[in-house]
Each structure stands twice: as structure tokens, then as C-alpha cells.
């Protein structure tokens, strides 16, 4: 296995900047994620690292060979495509075969690498059937067997559960984490779907228009967001624009002009953001962070609308002007209805402090 070295990588598109300036360190073994909106780079950034591109500044290693301009089958790489790129009438055991024949093993070889790796994707009873008579999930194991048969140092994955359907997504990215992680092959996985990149990583890298906002392990990236677009893109938040009134070593004062005030911890704001009193700055709050009854910052909102679903119970409410998001988590208590004033608080180590 490999480790994946990206070193002032930027890639042009004539005009367009699809990549911009990436450095980044992936570990041998790694599952690590590319995660960010339609367009932020992350095909791009996959493709150099297969070599289907290359980079236009910048160096790509893998461990301490310089792979920048190798061609792509030199790079023993293992990829799967959004769209599979199966041959439809082939059997399951010829595409997965395909590779390892490029390769000219000999036929004893190629048929207990291909039954090994069939069994491994939990496909064992359908070699001799054709692809166009299986199921989508059954298709992206194919794809999987196929991209793994060669035993690649790195496996690239760019959006391989987008075809799927929600409940068959969930189970096929069970598998992918199971199998990676029997093999322990260094893997990079582009997605732009948030809880598939929560659930599967180590490491997250968060894209935005080519450029890195964040990267950091899932809790990090959930519960330390860098700035605005990593706390929005992740999960749900409350989002306000408030003034510091006072800080300390320990703790921070924040008001808005609609008089809500809020008091949290200084170490909770993003990391290298220095502030002082008078600044303006944004505050994230997490609709979960509430908590029921009186605490450190308590409100006392009106209900503008419940939600019920099933887990928990969403109050939308007022406060001083200022609306909010509540999730309270659902154990058969009563549940509060539009028009009625609830009592919540928010503990102080629950809100985060962001620059920009
Ligand atoms: N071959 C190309 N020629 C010109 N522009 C390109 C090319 N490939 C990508 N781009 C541009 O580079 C940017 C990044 O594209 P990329 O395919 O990496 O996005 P992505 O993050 O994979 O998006 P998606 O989630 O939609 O697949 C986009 O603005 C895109 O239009
Ligand atoms: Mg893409």
C-alpha cells in the first residue's frame, strides 16, 4: 500500500482554475474522502492522481516516487467510475478478469485471483452471468472486484453509489468500508453526498471551487469547522452574525442587534481565528446542541413550527427576533406545538466561533 503525496498541485482548464494550488498528504492504508459541491475540483484532482491528467504546476508522489507525469497504467492503480464502465455482455468473471489478462497472467492464476476477489464482493455464485442481468448494486461490486483483482497500491472511487437507490447505497458503502478495510488499500473516495463521507472516512478533505476548506477526520471537520462554507456544507447548523462583547482566557460574550446574547467558550473558536472585543463574528450552533430546560443560555422561544420525524423533534423558534433550529431527540415526551413558548438551553461548549 501507498501513500499519496500532492505538492503545489493546481491544474488550468484554459481559463478555468479547476484545481488550485493542493498540497496534501494521504497515508498508506488510508481511506481518505474528496467532498464538495458539483464543480469544486474533485474528479480533477482523482484524475491526476490516475494520471488521466496532468497536473499544470505542482508534483504528485506516490511514497517517495515522483508519478507526476507516469502513465496511468504504470501507476498500479485500482479505479471505479461513477457510470462502472462494465462490458455489458461480458460475464461477471470476464470484466473482472479484464485487467489481470492486460496484465498476461496465465489462466490457472487469473481464475484464482478472480474467484477469490468474487467471493470477497460477495458475489461468489454469479461468475458466468452477464452483467446486463444483474442488479445496480451487484454491477458496482463488479466494478469494485474488477478495480481490486490487480491488487492496486491505491484505489480511486469517484461517486461509485451515485446509481444506486437510498437503502442500497447504505449498504453498499458497508461493504466498500468492509472490503477496504480487509485489504488495507490506501483509498480516495470522491462523493459530494456528506453522511456517505462521514460514515466511511478517516479523512475528509473539503473542496469548495477548487480550493481546500478544511481537512480533518469526520469528527473535525462535524464539530471544528474551519469557516462558514465547512460548518453549512456539513450537517445542519444555525448560523449568526454577532458582535464579541467580551472575552477572556476562558469564555466569550457575543450579542446580536436584536439583543440575544450568548455565551461560549474561547477555545471554541476556529483554529488561528484571533478576535477582540467590538469585532463582528459568526456563530455556529448545531439544531442537536439544544437542550432541554434552563442552562447555560437559556431561551424561552416561541414555536413557530414543529416537526416530528420520528428520531426527533424539530422546533423552528423565535428569540429576540432571531429564528432557530432545534432538534430535540424524541423518547415519547410531549411535544410542543406552534404558538407555544418552550424553554431550551445551550451549553457552552456546544458553540463554535468562525472568522469567516
Ligand atoms: N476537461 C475539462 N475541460 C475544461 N474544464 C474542465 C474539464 N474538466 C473539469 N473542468 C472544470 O474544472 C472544474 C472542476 O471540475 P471537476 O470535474 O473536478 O468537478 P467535481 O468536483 O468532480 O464535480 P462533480 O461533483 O459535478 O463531478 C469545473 O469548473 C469544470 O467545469
Ligand atoms: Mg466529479
Redesign the pocket.
Known amino acids: 500500500m501507498k501513500a499519496v503525496r500532492i505538492q503545489d498541485v493546481s491544474k488550468k482548464?484554459g481559463d478555468?482554475l479547476?484545481v488550485d494550488d493542493l498540497d496534501l498528504d494521504i497515508k498508506s492504508g488510508e481511506f481518505f474522502t474528496f467532498l464538495?459541491p458539483?464543480?469544486?475540483?474533485?474528479?480533477?484532482t482523482l484524475r491526476m492522481i490516475a494520471g488521466f491528467y496532468y497536473p499544470s504546476t505542482g508534483k504528485i508522489y506516490f511514497d517517495d516516487h515522483d508519478v507526476t507525469t507516469l502513465q496511468p497504467n504504470k501507476r498500479n492503480i485500482g479505479m471505479v467510475f461513477q457510470n462502472y464502465a462494465l462490458f455489458p455482455h461480458m460475464t461477471v468473471d470476464e470484466n473482472i478478469a479484464f485487467g489481470l489478462e492486460i496484465r498476461k497472467y496465465d489462466k490457472k492464476a487469473i481464475k484464482e485471483k478472480v474467484d477469490r476477489i468474487r467471493g470477497l464482493v460477495h458475489l461468489g455464485p454469479y461468475g458466468s452471468r452477464k452483467i446486463n442481468e444483474l442488479s445496480g448494486g451487484q454491477q458496482q461490486r463488479v466494478a469494485l472486484a474488477r478495480a481490486l483483482v490487480i491488487e492496486p497500491d491505491i484505489l480511486l472511487l469517484d461517486e461509485p453509489l451515485s446509481n444506486l437507490d437510498a437503502k442500497l447505497r447504505e449498504e453498499t458503502r458497508i461493504e466498500i468500508k468492509r472490503i477496504q478495510s480487509e485489504l488495507g488499500v490506501t483509498t480516495i473516495y470522491v462523493t459530494?453526498d456528506q453522511t456517505e463521507a462521514m460514515a466511511m472516512s478517516d479523512r475528509i478533505m473539503v473542496m469548495e471551487n477548487?480550493v481546500v476548506k478544511q481537512i480533518g477526520t469526520p469528527q473535525e471537520i462535524y464539530h471544528r469547522p474551519n469557516n462558514r462554507f465547512v460548518a453549512t456544507f456539513i450537517g445542519e447548523t444555525n448560523l449568526l452574525e454577532m458582535k464579541v462583547q467580551s472575552i477572556n482566557d476562558e469564555t466569550i460574550t457575543v450579542a446580536n442587534e436584536n439583543g440575544l446574547t450568548l455565551q461560549g467558550l474561547t477555545e471554541n473558536l476556529a483554529k488561528g481565528l484571533q478576535v477582540n472585543v467590538g469585532d463582528e463574528i459568526y456563530v455556529s450552533i448545531r439544531p442537536e446542541a439544544f437542550e432541554s430546560g434552563a442552562g447555560d443560555n437559556t431561551i424561552s422561544g416561541i414555536i413557530e413550527l414543529t416537526e416530528f420525524t420520528g428520531l426527533s423533534v424539530n422546533y423552528f423558534l423565535k428569540w429576540n427576533n432571531t429564528t432557530l433550529k432545534a432538534m430535540i431527540i424524541s423518547r415519547g415526551t410531549a411535544i410542543k406545538q406552534a404558538g407555544h413558548t418552550i424553554d431550551l438551553h445551550i451549553p457552552k461548549q456546544n458553540i463554535y466561533f468562525l472568522g469567516e
Not at 458539483?38 to 480533477?44: A, E, F, R, W
Open positions: 482548464f478555468v479547476g464538495g458539483s464543480g469544486c475540483g474533485k474528479t480533477t459530494h477548487g
